[in-house]
């Protein structure tokens, strides 16, 4: 399996600008997860959808923040508008559920996409 | 106080010693628990996880959990400057969430 994709793995893009990062989780994961991670911070967890539907939002930032996952194998975040302080690195993480063992669920993380916004 | 708390770092140990990483945890109701290996640059890659209380081992790591005390290690055995990353414990909360709660991870320094 080739893992969890994530586009770009880098991006630079000027305050105001609108940026849109993209996941495809692994096949036939049903859960997948938006995390962010910094230094100050350290790895947040965005949101999060099961069946592409958003289960939990409670970690996205601000209105400027947006998730969506059309199908089961893509998903994008999307920032608009861009600010400084969303500069860090964003991690997308798919899992598949078990009805038996919920707690030992392994989450597969993607490289990452590494957001600098000037 | 965070929900789950790890010593930042750096931990500094010679080639060959036990490295012990230690990870407190605030939710008595947590289920299970993870240790993830960041290299930097690098995205998290799951080492082991315990749900159980006690020891349980894997190759040269060893996970050890204490539900009563809140508490949660990771030993590496023979350390390797390989070895050399940072280390993130995450819990699986007692809720209906899915998600897991990271702490701000361990910098582990193997020397040569």
């Known amino acids: 399996d080739a893992g969890v994709i994530q586009s770009p793995r880098h991006e630079v893009t000027e305050m105001g600008q609108e940026v849109t990062l993209r996941c495809k989780p692994i096949?036939?994961?049903?859960?997948l997860f938006w995390y962010r991670q910094t230094m100050m911070r350290g790895l947040e967890l965005l949101i999060y959808f099961n069946n592409n539907v958003p289960i939990d939002d409670s970690g996205m930032p601000e209105d400027r923040f947006s998730a969506k996952m059309p199908n089961a194998s893509f998903s994008t975040l999307k920032i608009q508008p861009s600010e400084p302080r969303d500069s860090a690195v964003y991690f997308c993480?798919?899992?598949?559920?078990?009805?038996?063992?919920?707690?030992?669920?392994?989450?597969?993380f993607g490289p990452g996409t590494r957001l600098l916004v000037l | 106080q965070k929900e789950v708390e790890q010593n930042s770092g750096p931990l500094s140990v010679p080639e060959g010693a036990i490295a012990s990483l230690n990870c407190t945890y605030s939710d008595r109701g947590s289920q299970s628990f993870f240790w993830y290996r960041q290299y930097s640059g690098k995205s998290p890659e799951l080492i082991m996880f315990i749900y159980s209380n006690g020891d349980k081992e894997d190759g040269r790591f060893t996970a050890q959990l204490n539900k009563a005390s809140q508490y949660v290690s990771l030993l590496i055995r023979d350390s390797q400057p390989s070895d050399s990353a940072t280390y993130l414990c995450?819990?699986?909360?007692?809720?209906?969430?899915?998600?897991?709660?990271f702490g701000s991870g361990t910098r582990l320094q193997v020397q040569p």
């Open positions: 096949s036939g994961h049903d859960y």
């Open positions: 993480a798919s899992s598949l559920s078990s009805t038996s063992f919920r707690f030992q669920e392994t989450q597969y």
């Open positions: 995450a819990v699986a909360m007692d809720t209906g969430r899915r998600a897991l709660t």
